[in-house]
Every structure is written in C-alpha cells, then in structure tokens.
C-alpha cells in the first residue's frame, strides 16, 4: 500500500485512512455530512494525490489524444481543460479523464486512480503508430481539491494570479502559496466551484499549510474522500467503477456531450450507430419517494418486483434530505417523471426519475 505525501499530515489531524486504489487516503475526519456542508457553504480541502497524470508531448501529441479519446481535443487553446474518456473497442468506456493543453504540442491527461496502470498501457497501445512522448508522472506529483463558494476569496491572498478571472474549465501556472509554477485549475468534482492545485509531492506540505492558513478564518477544514462522494453524486457525475465502467458505452451514460463524431477515434463507427438507433438502456438519476437509502448494487424493479437495473450509486443526499441514486434502466422507463422502484432489503421503495443536478445550489 502507497502513502501520499502529506499522509503523516492526514494521521495527525485524525482522519480516518483506508485503502483505496492501492494508497492510504483519508476517508473522513469529522463525518461526511459536516465534511459534505463544510464544502457547500463556505470552503474545505480533499488530497486526491492519488490521481494520475500522465503528459503528452511532440508533434504527434495532439493526434494520439484524438485517437484514444472521445472528445475533440483540437479544440483546446492553451490554459483550456476538457472532460473526455477513452473508449475501447467493446463499447464501454476505459476511463474518464480531463486533458489540459499546457502549451502547443504538450497535454497533460489526469486520469483516476485505479486505473494508471490500465490507462498507461492502453494509450502506450496506441502510441505505437504515432510516438508521441508520453511520461508518467503520477508518482511525483499532488493534487489538491480547494472547493467551495468562498475558495477564491480565502486563496486569492497565496497568489499574484487573479483566481476569480478563471472560467470552469481554465487554468493558469502560477505562483501559489511561495510556490512558482504550480498549476491552478478551476476545475473540481464537487459542483461548488473551487480549484485544484498540481504541484510536485516535495511542495506539498508547503501548499497544505500556508492553505490551511489562508483560509483560517473562512472555516477551511479538511475533506475526505467520502464527501467528495456525496458531493459528486448530488450533481450526477459519473464515478468510473460505479456509474461508468468498461461495459458501459459513453452514450447510454449520458456522455454524448463529451463523444464527438467530427474525428477518428476508437470506436468510433460503433458508438455513432449506437447512438443513431438509441441504446437500450440509460443511465438515469433518481430520488425516491418515500425514506430509505438507495446503495450501489441494490436493484431497480418495476411495479411487479421484476428486475429492470442496478443502483449503479446511491447515498442520502445531505442537502436534499433524501435518498437519491443513478442506475440503468430500460430506455422506456429513462424519461423524467418515470416511476421505478428500489430494492432496499425486503422492501420495495418508490422511486421518480429526475433530471441531473439533484443539487440546484
């Protein structure tokens, strides 16, 4: 098992650490639904380390990324960041990743966890035909999630950049917290806003504590892994392993908006028919109607008890008060206003499909 860099930091302020992805991570420190608010209302800090990034460089780079991706990264000016993910050849997905263009002919792709080794042998598959320089550096770099509606306000003294002038989905390279060349991304799966900070393992423990200080009297805490959990769910974004994985296609989990059809990409003829002809099944979210709590891998029945999906996730959403969840169903059932039903131990809870965020803010 893996340590991050600052897991001596996450032991000493009592965090509760487990292992995922083969590293100790802090899952929670206070309780996930203090933790969950904390973020929602004022500002908090998870260490996602554990992410892996991978860059990409030389006059092929860009052609590579167009191959094993599904969105359009010719699109991309520098300082640009774009959510895409890596088709495979069976219709399902490899991984979900987000790929920056740092500067013309070198990207940086930050792919999850779980999946470094998978990802890097898959694009290193790939780069065969077109050797680009590809580097992992997953090992020696941290990545820390600021988030929250006052995450610029408490940053904005650690930095000459200005942090309110960067859209969702930009970044700059910056100074941050005595630290130059670090990069500044507003970007975060949290659905409140905020920013995420790349910097290398040994800077680390600089940037957590001039943060911590900096957002002393914003009420900054830090954030497990947990809430990040409930936080992304509450705004319907997928989780590879759960809601995504490699059975499931880019178009019946709602991703068409990140699968463009104007390039050649893995899979591409495949999923353009799928998508022409409509899949059979969807990936819907939902809230049920009744108390209870929906977890992943409960079933999804019908009015007769009949099995028609999986709870693909499911939590008790702290800000809604209620259960809610995302699953596949029958496209026939996949339209907003649906009743479906949850398979919660011996009893069957009513259930409405909804449209995505269930968090409105």
Known sequence: MKNIA?????????AKMVPFAGYNMPVQYEGVTAEHLTVRESVGVFDVSHMGEFLVEGENALALIQKVTSND???????????????????????????????????LLVVNASNID???????????????DLKNLSEDYSLLAIQGPKAVEAMQSLTSVDLASIPFYKFKIGDFAGIENVIISATGYT??????IYCK????EQIWNKVFEAGADFGIKPIGLAARDTLRLEMGYCLYGNDIDDTTSPIEAGLSWITKFTKDFVNAEALAKEKEHKPERRLVAFELDERG??????????????????????????????????????????????QIHIQVRKKAIPATIVKLPFYKG
């Open 73 to 107: 990264a010719s699109k991309l000016a520098i300082g640009d960041a774009q959510y895409s993910c890596f088709p495979n050849e069976e219709n399902g997905i490899v991984d979900d990743l987000i790929c920056y263009k740092i500067k013309e002919n070198t990207y």
């Open 191 to 196: 659905g409140s806003g905020g920013f995420e």
């Open 6 to 14: 600052l897991n001596n930091i996450h032991v000493a302020l009592g």
């Open 118 to 132: 998978k990802d890097w042998n898959w694009i290193s598959t790939y780069n065969k035909e077109f050797n680009a």
């Open 293 to 338: 709590v929906p977890r992943h891998g409960y079933d999804i029945v019908d009015g007769n008890g009949n099995v028609i999906g999986v709870v693909t996730s499911g939590t008790m959403s702290p800000c809604l008060n209620k259960g809610i969840g995302m699953g596949y169903v029958p496209r026939i059932l996949s339209k907003a206003g649906s």
């Open 201 to 204: 393992n040994e800077e680390a």
